[in-house]
DNA sequence: GACCACAGTATGGTCTGACCATATTTTTTC
DNA sequence: GAAAAAATATGGTCAGACCATACTGTGGTC
């Protein structure tokens, strides 16, 4: 009676789940078609409508269906995509739930950044979304008005990267740590240095050198966030292992 | 009859999700703790059965608890942390969607496995999972077998950076391109080369030199996929915008 | 006392059918 | 023809039932 391999129970959500999924992959599913009603949907996949609702549930919170109610071309479900939004979740979740800390997220960030400044610096993209934001920076009065255009700068620069997941890593990063930028900014008091560095930051972009832009980028969040883990140096011979 | 805020009507199943993200917040609910059972948490909020289920439909999507039916101390929905699996749910769709190319993925992978072995290198984690890796690899007889041990070692590597975001991003990353470095190594034919640059990475992040292990990752990469975009290097003065 | 079979029970998983709120479409009325 | 009313299709919610699962308790057997 060995080898036997354990029954892999299946739910119905997660078949109905799969049974999208199909029609994504193979009838080539887009961004903005609509799905059958849930009714429908029910009824054609021999499931109930509540099994058929779960699957929906997971599928909106994945970011790739957004369902409205009523009559007409606007009702129903209809396919899209936001993953920001769902990292956005994901990562409020596990923050508060400790099971990742603030340094881990800092840390993403930083990595991140200097690898958007960077690319975006060679992409060539269309950099007068960050200019607008700069002049808008300038022009804040409160420190969170200050950090939003702070986040338009930012995830105007991954998106200038070209890279539509970093650009979405991005903005749930900035997300989940507006709270603690608009921290730094009162901490700092003054957003003069803050500024010298953004102005920096675009001027290195600007003029296509990526290593500068990663540097600029990493001078200015290491003035932002004096807690941040330190620059990486090759390790002493003999060091010990960390760790308590 | 202007400057009215359009009526944000909340679904039961959002207020679920938020109230029990409260108590996380609020009674320091962790990982392991137990969530009341669905019938008792619908009495207490005073909704019905579906909404409580669709919340938990969300939060098991998110990686946040995980459902046992039966009786006894396993069994009730469970605080747990897994990111990386709703992770890789995520990358998956928004990759069917094509609302995310391959390309991207692949830059990313670069990115996070770069930042990875340099901080592994200084961070003087244990590498034991490492060498037992790389000795799989060596033994494997199918692509599919190298590919496992490979995946293998470079998620060691992520997780030996000591930071849990990240190893669940690169989880997640390698998860929806397994099938491509399945591909890759059959295309290569010989795994001799592969096994030249991994024993080098190995060594670098055992001697603790960041700059190196990013570089010998690097070059690992570029030599598994060729297609893979190309090096950042100063963008020429007056160089023309990408085009599409 | 140790063991085992069996009923009891609490859990999630599923289904059915109903009703509500919303928004468009169709029909009726003036 | 325009306005008003009814019909209709959609998602959102609820109540109640039943099933499958897995532990818990109880009793009998040895």
Redesign the pocket.
């Known amino acids: 009676m060995s080898g036997w391999e354990p029954?892999r129970?299946?739910?119905?959500?997660?078949?109905v789940i799969a049974q999208i999924e199909l029609r994504i992959a193979g009838d080539g599913l887009t961004v903005g078609d609509r799905?059958?009603?849930?009714?429908?949907l029910?009824e054609q996949l021999?499931?109930?409508?509540?099994?058929v609702?779960?699957a929906?549930r997971v599928l909106e919170t994945l970011g790739v269906v957004s369902?409205?109610?009523?009559?007409?071309?606007?009702?129903?479900?209809v396919l899209i995509s936001k993953p920001a939004e769902a990292l956005t979740d994901l990562l409020r979740l596990h923050l508060g739930l400790s099971s990742l800390s603030l340094d881990e997220v800092v840390d993403a960030r930083l990595m991140i950044e200097q690898w958007s400044a960077a690319h975006a610096s060679v992409h060539g993209a269309d950099l007068s979304v960050l200019a607008a934001a700069l002049e808008r920076m300038e022009r804040a009065t409160t420190a969170e008005e200050f950090v939003e255009h702070d986040t338009a700068f930012h995830v105007g620069i991954a998106e200038a990267s070209g890279n539509r997941l970093i650009a979405a890593i991005m903005l749930s990063l900035r997300d989940s740590l507006r709270r603690y930028a608009v921290e730094a900014v009162e901490r700092l008091g003054d957003t003069a240095g803050l500024m010298a560095d953004h102005h920096r930051i675009y001027r290195v972009i600007a003029a296509g050198d990526p290593a500068e832009a990663s540097a600029a980028v990493e001078t200015h969040l290491r003035y932002a966030y004096p807690d941040i883990s330190p620059a990486l140096r090759p390790r002493e011979h003999g060091a010990e292992p960390a760790g308590p």
Chains 1, 2 share one sequence.
Not at 46 to 51: A, E, F, G, L, Y
């Open positions: 029954v129970r299946t739910r119905a959500f997660e078949d799905l059958p009603a849930e009714r429908h029910a021999q499931v109930s409508r509540s099994s609702r779960e929906m369902s409205q109610a009523g009559r007409g071309p606007d009702a129903g479900a």
